[in-house]
């Protein structure tokens, strides 16, 4: 079987905003005593950011759980029990990558198409804004957990987050393959799952981008980083803006080029 080839990349950039504090964890360098006890990871120079993991990750949870992946929340052995996972879906594995080694055979090898960049923080920005800080860019918050039965507080601990209204600068690169146009094709199990309904004549690239919007639209309902049960990481996607640049095969050059009809969507409802 011929392997789709590199036509474009198309570029979705603009600004996540935190609406209520944001915690994603980092690591400690020392020991403070009397120090924060939960960090939010940070660059060298001491700035918070998304790791592009978190977010890549979070998206793609966010369409397994619409899916009904029942590995969304297991791991180990314990996947083996799932009778919907995530590699059953043959969007998941072209947007997100498959490695293929599925022992039961359910799930073909395919490359990643998605590549997600760490989000930086906008200290412009963040520097405009009127903050009550306990740190260069972050509140500290005591949390602890409370024992139902005795009706009392404990394991009192200091968790330190980037206060709502922050601005970080996010990208994600989708891979444009040569079988954009193609009629996209569901997985035995996405028919069984959906029924007639999973035959659609969506295109591949028209399915990826409807994905990735409904993802995004999902995620602002939902939270990023840790403790969202508690209130935190409520974020919205704003001033996007959706860019591509093709490989011209016949020059062999590689420039600015018109936005593929699909990929427009995410500009026009993120504006």
């Known amino acids: ?26 690591s400690k360098t020392s020991l403070d005593i009397g120090g924060v006890d939960l960090n939010v990871i940070k660059t060298p120079k001491g700035e918070p950011f998304i790791p592009g993991s978190s977010l890549k990750g979070k998206l793609r949870s966010m369409l397994a759980r619409a899916e009904g992946s029942e590995t969304v929340n297991r791991s180990g052995t314990d996947n083996k029990a799932a009778t919907v996972a995530d590699q059953d879906f043959n969007y998941l594995n072209q947007l997100f990558g498959h490695s293929g080694d599925d022992k039961d055979g359910m799930a073909k090898g395919e490359i990643t198409r998605v590549v997600v960049r760490d989000a930086s923080l906008n200290t412009k920005a963040f520097e405009a804004m009127d903050f009550d800080l306990d740190d260069e860019y972050t509140t500290v918050k005591w949390e602890n957990t409370i024992d139902r039965r005795k009706g009392t507080a404990e394991h009192p601990r200091q968790l330190e987050r980037v206060p709502a209204g922050a601005q970080f ?81 016949e020059s062999g050059d590689y420039k600015e080029a018109d936005v593929h009809e699909a990929f427009k969507m995410l500009q026009t409802h993120f504006a």
């Open 1 to 26: 079987m011929t392997k789709p080839k590199l036509i474009a990349k198309i570029f979705i950039k603009g600004t996540i905003e935190a609406k209520t504090g944001l915690h994603i964890g980092g």
């Open 169 to 249: 600068d996010f990208e994600i690169v989708y891979d444009l393959y040569n079988d954009e146009d193609k009629t996209y094709t569901a997985s035995d199990k996405e028919i069984s799952h959906y029924g007639t309904q999973a035959k659609t004549t969506r295109t591949v690239a028209s399915k990826h981008a409807w994905s990735l919007l409904v993802a995004m639209k999902l995620l602002q309902d939902d939270y990023l980083g840790g403790q969202g049960s508690r209130g935190y990481g409520k974020i919205s996607f704003k001033d996007v803006k959706v860019s591509q640049k093709s490989i011209d095969r």
